[in-house]
């Protein structure tokens, strides 16, 4: 099955939008003051073409899962460094989520973390939910994170009303937020390395993606409600996404599953 095209970054279709990037915490250096740079927004996958169980996207790189309903999506990741070595502002984004990837499917349900690059040698870390269309929100500032701590997330949905939970393992704290959508269709779930968008009141673009690395997500499962069980990724039909430029180049490229389809990792491959 082929997807292409299907969602366009513009005003009317990517309505998240964030007035500015937040800095919770810079490690390694002291903290950075926000600054005046174009709204971001995360959202549904970008010009999507899915053959065969692999694909490419031009702001995703992952897997995702579909053809049931889901009601949980979780896993667990390392808050990848991100190396600065421009002034041109760049962002990597790391989630979990439900909808977002069938054709059908307009909205997102998100959570997760950003390494950012606001400079050379300016990097921002921290964290953040989304319900779309509602744009997206930053954890409160004492839900800091640092580089290297270890993250755990959880997307739970119950009719309209989703709950979104953030652990922190190693700063010791717990998030978690209620929020309704009318318009989710829990038709996938997502473990994503994400670019996020730019936007001006007319237009968005796909950022620059920020030098992360490389993250891995682990314990990786997700609940259908055929079964109302949590199941490993490869126990569903499965997408594998490569991130790449607008001539097709690799930005982002994930593993193959391991550990029984709960790990993969994404590598970041340009900007």
């Known amino acids: 099955m082929v997807r292409a095209g299907r969602r366009q970054c513009d005003a009317s279709s990517l309505v998240s939008v964030r007035r500015v990037l937040l800095v919770l ?3 390694g250096t002291p903290v950075v003051p926000a600054v005046s740079t174009p709204p971001t927004a995360y959202g549904p ?10 694909g490419t996207s031009s702001n995703w790189a992952g897997y995702a899962v579909s053809g049931v309903t889901f009601t949980d999506v979780r896993a667990s990741w390392k808050q990848p460094s991100v190396r600065c070595l421009s002034s041109v502002p760049q962002a990597s984004s790391f989630w979990v989520g439900l909808d977002g990837y069938t054709p059908t499917s307009t909205s997102v349900e998100q ?20 319900v779309v269309p509602a744009p997206s ?36 704290w717990h998030f978690s937020t209620r929020q309704t959508s009318t318009t989710a269709q829990d038709s996938s779930a997502e473990w994503v390395a ?22 891995t997500f682990a314990n990786a499962a997700a609940t259908a409600t055929t079964t109302m069980q949590p199941a490993t990724i490869s126990a569903f039909s499965h997408d594998k996404i490569v991130m790449v430029t607008g001539s097709g180049l690799p930005k982002a490229r994930p593993s193959t599953l391991t550990n029984q389809g709960t790990k993969f990792t994404v590598g970041w491959v340009r900007t």
């Open 194 to 215: 994400e670019a996020p968008s730019t936007c001006s009141r007319f237009f968005c673009r796909v950022m620059p993606l920020a030098d992360f690395g490389t993250v």
């Open 111 to 130: 959570i997760g973390t950003d390494s950012d690059c606001n400079g050379l040698n300016r990097a921002q870390y921290y964290a953040w939910y989304e």
């Open 25 to 27: 915490l810079v490690v």
């Open 45 to 54: 996958i970008l010009n999507a073409r899915i053959v065969h169980a692999s």
């Open 137 to 172: 929100v930053p954890l409160p500032a004492q839900d800091a994170i640092h580089a290297g701590d270890t993250m755990s997330a959880d997307v739970r949905g119950n009719g309209t009303v989703y709950t979104l939970e953030l652990k922190d393992w190693t700063a010791g």
